[in-house]
């Protein structure tokens, strides 16, 4: 019986693997040759759905990382970097089990049950889409959700690749369906966005300050110590930023990570 789920188990991780943001291949990920007109692509309407049977394990494991699906999408909201995949997996099966269609309204993330509704906004243009998760990753260190084609060319970065957003899940019962328009029509504001890398954090200012001397001998860039009041215990944060591009945080990260600080990842503010 233990061996069987174990088996069962395994069987599981390797399904989530192959089949998430449409499958592992050689081919490279573009946009289609004809582009088509997404102004009239509606964004995705929020609904009652039953989860789906296979892309909702308590975990899984893809590339060596284990992740942990949230057992409620309740409440959350982070920003993050959002990427985007288009014909290397159109037609693939996603994890859910539904086909990926690059012109639907969809999305990829690697924590949220699925299927969950989310609005994602562009924070450097203000432009918002509703989108359907139904797949997992991206798998890519330092991305927090992977967009079909059609929501990040209505977000606007298609073109750079990347983009920096805010992801909020809309709960039925919270937020009419009619915000579905509501969001699309919304009025187009550019606003002002920070990118850092955060390669630590401390309950005291000191051990704070320890490594914020020690990051500063291997890199040029500014680093910072930002604290965050809480009533239960302040947290003091160690940054490196701001970041001028997607890319050089990337490169960044890998630099650190080489020297040591495993737990340098990217966050938005």
């Known amino acids: ?40 692509i509606p964004n995705a309407v929020p609904r009652d759905e039953p989860r789906s049977k296979y892309g909702n394990p ?19 909201h982070e920003k993050g970097i959002a990427s985007w995949y ?11 089990g539904e086909p990926y269609d690059m012109y639907a309204m969809t999305a990829a993330h690697k924590t949220l049950p699925l299927p969950t509704y989310v609005e994602v906004t562009n924070l450097n243009n203000g432009r918002k889409v509703i989108v359907k998760v139904n797949d997992r990753g ?28 805010d992801v909020r899940v809309i709960t039925l019962g919270e937020a009419p369906v009619s915000i579905a328009a509501e969001v699309e029509q919304a009025p187009v ?13 401390f309950s005291t200012e000191n051990r704070a300050e ?11 860039d500014a ?7 809480k009533p239960d215990g302040n947290v003091y944060r160690v940054r490196v930023g701001p970041l001028a591009s997607v890319e050089y945080g990337d490169s960044l990260a890998s630099r650190l990570l080489d020297l040591g600080f495993t737990d340098a990842h990217i966050v938005i503010e």
């Not at 288009?86 to 859910?96: A, D, N, V």
């Not at 680093?223 to 009041?229: M, R």
């Open 58 to 76: 308590a975990h899984y494991n893809v590339f060596g990382k284990r992740y942990y699906t949230l057992t409620s999408s309740r409440g959350y």
């Open 1 to 40: 019986m233990f061996i069987s789920k174990l088996k069962q188990l395994g069987s599981l991780s390797l399904f989530l693997f192959l089949t998430a943001c449409g499958g592992i291949t050689d081919r490279q990920d573009s946009a289609p040759s004809e582009v088509p007109d997404v102004a009239n």
């Open 189 to 201: 504001t550019r606003g002002s966005v920070g990118m850092y890398l955060q390669v630590g954090a």
């Open 86 to 96: 288009g014909t290397k997996f159109h037609g693939k099966r996603t994890s859910s």
């Open 138 to 165: 991206p798998f890519h260190d330092n991305r927090l959700i992977d967009l079909s084609y059609s929501a990040a060319t209505k977000l606007g970065i298609v073109a750079k690749g990347t983009g920096l957003v």
């Open 223 to 229: 680093v910072l110590v930002v604290p965050f009041l």
């Open 210 to 220: 320890q490594l914020k001397s020690k990051i500063q001998q291997e890199i040029g």
